[in-house]
Structure formats: structure tokens, C-alpha cells
């Protein structure tokens, strides 16, 4: 690349870190790449489990950029309501060349128009929400569709990044990177999607999360009413 190659990663309060810093790891070594971390406001913002992130850039200074990468987490419900901010995501992500987030972050992609027709993925709690917008619901951990990546909850970032890695800078440059930073998960239980997890697993992780799904749920439908 004879440019720096902009990547705007969204943040917004009470999202879920991992979702961020996981792409941003792997994004941010990318060569040529210019990593900009900005929220709606700018300056200071605290996630999920209260985590603080400083010196952020505001989301209207920002002219263009070649990628959008919009993380997930609780506060996602919150951020889809703000227009200022959803206006920001809709004007970034129809100039970017790449649209692309972690876990939840594919909803306010969907709200913001930018996965209308498309395939895309989400965490699998949330998925089938996908639908309100017009996207496509994708079950796989990593969803691409034409200039669109998403895909699953939280760890899937890591996996989505480095396909995206692949398609700008080249599988090898993708595969030295996943090789520093000693990307090789083996994780002791075999629980890390419904389908492979034991039912009362999914049944407790379901109730624990059930007043959020609710009120995501009624979000997303109020959006879509209006849209």
C-alpha cells in the first residue's frame, strides 16, 4: 500500500473491551496501517467491565477512512438509539471501502442501513435480530459478503480480523501476524457455541442474559418500525 491504509475502530461506553482490543491487535500490525480509535464525543470513555479508554478522537473530525470496526458489547443497545453517533457510523461506512465488526457491533451496522441484503453473523444470542434490518442471519464465526465482515461473539474478533488481514495485506503478512502474536487457542472445555455446549449450559448463560435480550430485542424492533 503507497498510503496509510485508515482503519476507524467505534467506540461507545459499556462495550465489551475484547471485541475491540482482540481486531485491534491483530488490524493495528498490519503493514501500512493507520489505526484511529474514536467515539462519538472524543476523550474518555469506560467499557463493559469498567476498563477506561483515553485519548480518543470524535467521530465527526474524522473525514474518511478505508474500514469501519465496530465492536459489540451491553452499551450497543444504548449507542443504537443515539442518532448523532448512528449518523456518524452511516456516513464513515458508506465511504469506507471495508465495513466490518465483532459480536453485537454487526447490529449497529444493521441499523445503520449498511448490512441491508447481506449475509452477516452476530453472537449467537442475538443473531436472528439481524433480521429487523434487512440482513441476513449467518451462523458462521466469521461472515464476509462482499465489503462486509462480522461474525461472532467476542474471541470471534480475532478470527474475523485476520480474515480481513488476508483479503487487504496478503494471507502471508495474515499468517505472520497470527504467528506473533501466538494465535493458537485451545481451550479446555468444548463449550464455546450452543451447538457443542451440554443444554443446561446454554439454558443458564440464556437466563443470565435474558433482561438484555429483551430490551435489545425491543430496541431493535422500535428502530426498525421507524426506519
Known sequence: MTKP???????????????????YEV????????????CKEGGTLVTEMGLTFSG??????????????????????????????MAEVTRLGEGAGYVTSVCTGSLILAAAGLLKGKRAGSHWAY?????????????????????????????????????IAAEVVGEDAAKRIQL??????????????????????????????????QARRKAMQTLSEKS
Open 56 to 85: 480518543l478522537s470524535r467521530l465527526a473530525d474524522i473525514e474518511t477512512c478505508d474500514m469501519i470496526m465496530v465492536p459489540g458489547g451491553p452499551g450497543q443497545t444504548e449507542a443504537m438509539q443515539d442518532q448523532e453517533f
Open 180 to 213: 506473533m502474536i501466538e494465535y493458537a487457542p485451545a481451550p479446555p472445555f468444548e463449550c464455546g457455541r450452543p451447538e457443542t455446549a451440554d443444554p443446561e449450559i446454554v439454558a443458564a448463560v440464556k437466563q443470565s442474559i435474558a433482561a438484555n435480550t
Open 27 to 38: 488490524l493495528a500490525r498490519m503493514p501500512g496501517a493507520e489505526a484511529i480509535i474514536a
Open 127 to 163: 443473531r436472528e435480530m439481524l433480521a429487523l434490518f434487512g440482513a441476513i442471519p449467518d451462523p458462521a464465526r466469521v461472515v464476509r459478503d462482499g465489503k462486509c465482515f462480522t461474525g461472532g461473539g467476542v474471541t470471534a474478533g480475532i478470527d474475523i480480523a485476520l480474515a
Open 5 to 23: 491504509f485508515r482503519i476507524v475502530f467505534i467506540l461507545y461506553p459499556r462495550l465489551t473491551q475484547l471485541d475491540f482490543t482482540g481486531p
